[in-house]
């Protein structure tokens, strides 16, 4: 939660002993240093988003369907508090990617991973039906992922939750 609310650069060990109610001894004695605990927050927070969005997807019925409970769990996490907080990939991606192989790499992975659910997605649409088969499920995909990270960027700025989840539904008249 430090690391996505303030950044990496802005953490000191100062905070992040202070939320995990640790001393800078016993951090130091778990992790090498700070880049070592950004990554291993870094991985653990994949872990856990992925698994909620795995869970966001199972009440789907349809690719399109799907498609649209993705976007809205991102919607839903690019507002309020959890908006505010804003999220650690999308920080990462702006500060430390460009000049750390480590973090480059991982936010590599998880948008890959990100725009290979989306693709996935739209061809299941493409093949139930409920996506148009004109449209570029490829091209697609990577226009979702982006339309996901402009929402969370847009939630670290304030916005309301009806702005999030309306352009959640906006999104999904590409799948047409």
């Known amino acids: 939660m430090v690391f996505s609310e303030r950044g990496y650069h802005?953490?000191?060990?100062?905070?992040?002993?202070?939320?995990?109610?640790?001393?800078?001894?016993?951090l130091y004695?778990?992790?090498?240093?700070?880049k070592a605990i950004f990554l291993a927050a870094f991985d653990r927070y994949k872990q856990?988003?992925?698994?909620?969005?795995?869970?966001?997807?199972?009440?789907g019925t349809s690719g399109r369907d799907k498609v649209r409970l993705a976007l809205n769990h991102y919607a839903d996490s690019a507002h309020g508090d959890d908006g505010r907080r804003g999220c650690l990939v999308v920080g990462a991606a702006v500060e430390l990617a460009l000049f750390d192989t480590d973090t480059d790499e991982r936010v590599k992975?998880?948008?890959?991973?990100?725009?290979?659910?989306?693709?996935?997605?739209?061809?299941?649409?493409?093949?139930?039906?409920?996506?148009?088969?004109?449209?570029?499920?490829?091209?697609?995909?990577?226009?979702?992922?982006?339309?996901?990270?402009?929402?969370?960027?847009?939630?670290?700025?304030?916005?309301?939750?009806?702005?999030?989840?309306?352009?959640?539904?906006?999104?999904?008249?590409i799948l047409d």
């Not at 953490?11 to 800078?24: P, R």
């Not at 856990?48 to 009440?59: E, H």
């Open 29 to 34: 004695k778990a992790f090498k240093d700070k």
């Open 109 to 173: 992975i998880s948008q890959a991973r990100l725009e290979a659910l989306f693709e996935g997605l739209v061809r299941e649409g493409q093949a139930d039906g409920t996506v148009s088969r004109a449209i570029n499920a490829e091209l697609t995909a990577h226009l979702l992922y982006a339309v996901v990270q402009g929402l969370r960027i847009a939630g670290k700025s304030g916005q309301d939750r009806a702005r999030a989840m309306a352009t959640a539904e906006a999104a999904l008249k």
């Open 48 to 59: 856990v988003r992925n698994a909620a969005l795995a869970k966001s997807l199972t009440p």
């Open 10 to 26: 802005a953490t000191s060990i100062i905070d992040l002993k202070d939320a995990m109610g640790l001393t800078a001894g016993s």
